[in-house]
Structure formats: C-alpha cells, structure tokens
C-alpha cells in the first residue's frame, strides 16, 4: 500500500498576473487564503495555473515561491505536464530543487501516443526523479485517455503515487479502482465529481472551486473521508452551481474572473485565453452573488 501524498482538498491554483507578468504578491495572499481555508495541498503551475504559457524559469520561480511562502504547511505539488517526455523530466529535476513535495503530470496532448507510449512517458520520469509522481487524466483537453488496464501497470511502480482522474466517467473510474487495489491514490479532478468518486475510494480532489471557498471544499472532503456522505451529499448539491458555473468557459477564463471580482487578483491571462465574454461573466457574478461571495 502506498501512502497518499495527501488527503483531502488539494487546490489546483492560478497563477495571478498584472500585464501578463507573475505577480507574486498577489500570490503569496492566495497562499495564506489558502491555508487558512483549510486546504491539504497546493498544485502549482498545472492547467488552472496556465502552466502550458509558461516558460521552465518562471516554473521554477513558482515552484520556489510556493515552497518557502507555504512553509510546509500544505503539501506543494508541481505541474510538470508536457507531451515532450525531456521536457517533463527537467521540470521535475526544478521541482525536486526547489523542494517540492511531489509532481502532477498530464497525459502528453497533440502529438499524444499509445497506451504502451503512456506507460513509458510516465515510467521514464518516475525512474529518474526522487519526487512521487501523480499521473494526471484529462482526455477531453489533452485528446488521449489512460486504460483501467493501463492505471494497473503504472500501479506497480513504487514512485507513482496515483491518479488526478478527471475523466468523468465514474463507471470506468470504479473498474480501475478494482483492477488497481491500494496500490494507487485516487483524486477527483472534477469538483462535481468529488462525493461519488470519494465514496468509490478517492482521497479526496484537485479543485479549481477551492480557489473561490477553500473551507467549502475542504469541508466537503473532511465529510467524505468520515463517512458521512448524507451531509457531504447535501454540500456537494449547494455548491454544484458553482462547480458547473467556473467550466461555462476554457478554465482558468472563469476561476481569474471570479477572483478579480472577489478582488483577490485580476482577471489577467497569457494568450491564446482570453476575456470571459459579458453574458457568461454577468452570469457568473449572479452565482457568486448568490453564495454570498460577492454584494448583489
């Protein structure tokens, strides 16, 4: 049995920029927001942190930042997604260097693979690096999806810790849950899909609506793991306008909207994302509103 790298509520933070530069003092109040919510870990340039635009030093900037602003308080995990293989393995070197605490890597995109590509693409980077690996599946952004039977040969690896499974199909996440034991850790990607996977065997989620109400997700997970799923249920069903409302467009478009909106960062992103549009964004406001987030 391996031991999870954590537990609970693992926020997938943006990355706060002013003119499409880091801003880091809006970071480190993300940082605190955090903590104080609640929050179990921190995962640091992946999808919601716009690691795709950002180059391998202000990685490793973000990397270092969140590792001695956070002070072992919650565990830092990295974003080191890549479909260049190399490229991965240098991030997790970054990451290892700035004393991160474990790596999240998402399936290879465009030039995608097979199966077998998978198993090596995630073999080569945790035979190389000291840090434990979540593999990270998201078929509907990256094109290509990890197989049950694919999960249970990964699973025999002492350094690939488990699953970011944002798939969204719960049936065939139970199938690879059977097929891999505890030899995998399982977490939601999807906040929606949190209390059914969790009652399935996850430890918990990598939120983007942890961004907005840590306590609330963190809570959420805290019920779950103590088995009562009737109060977890009853949470889930409160929030789960919230949870729909931050995908009406490309996440992290919603989430940097809401936060500049709670005046927590701007709204600011690197190109190719752009603006949220007006009707989405006076729709998103009205959610906001109605969980007191934000006056009417």
Not at 79 to 91: K, M, P, V, Y
Request: one cysteine or more; a negative charge.
């Amino acid at each position: 049995m391996k031991t999870p790298l954590f537990t609970g509520s693992g926020t997938a933070l943006v990355t706060p920029m002013d003119g499409g530069e880091i801003y880091l003092p809006a970071l480190a109040h993300l940082i605190e927001l955090q903590h104080a919510g609640g929050t179990d870990a921190l995962i640091i340039c992946g999808t919601t942190g716009e690691g795709a635009t950002l180059s391998p030093q202000e990685h490793e900037e973000l990397y270092r930042f969140a590792v001695r602003h956070s002070g072992g308080r919650m565990k830092i995990i990295a974003g080191i997604g890549s479909n260049d293989t190399a490229a991965a393995l240098e991030l997790a070197h970054m990451a290892e260097e700035a004393g991160a605490d474990g790596l999240l890597m998402v399936t290879p995109y465009y030039n995608k693979t097979t199966q077998a590509g998978l198993v090596r693409h995630f073999t080569y980077v945790a035979d190389r690096s000291a840090l434990p690996v979540i593999v990270y599946n998201v078929p509907t952004r990256t094109g290509i999806g990890i197989a049950p039977e694919t999960y249970a040969i990964l699973a025999e690896h002492p350094n690939i810790n488990g699953v970011k499974e944002a798939s969204g199909n719960i049936g065939e996440f139970a199938r690879t849950k059977a097929l891999c034991g505890d030899k995998l850790t399982f977490w939601s990607g999807n906040d929606s899909d949190t209390v059914a996977m969790m009652a399935l065997g996850a430890k918990g989620v990598v939120s983007v609506a942890s961004n907005l109400v840590p306590e609330v997700v963190s809570r959420l997970c805290r019920l779950c793991l103590a088995g009562d799923y009737q109060a977890a249920a009853a949470l889930n069903e409160e929030y789960m306008d919230l949870f729909a409302d931050l995908f009406w467009e490309v996440n992290p478009i919603p989430v940097k909207t809401a936060l500049a909106c709670l005046g927590r960062c701007k709204a600011d992103m690197r190109l190719p994302l752009v603006p949220m549009g007006e009707a989405n964004s006076t729709r998103l406001r009205a959610c906001l509103a109605c969980h007191g987030l934000i006056a009417v």
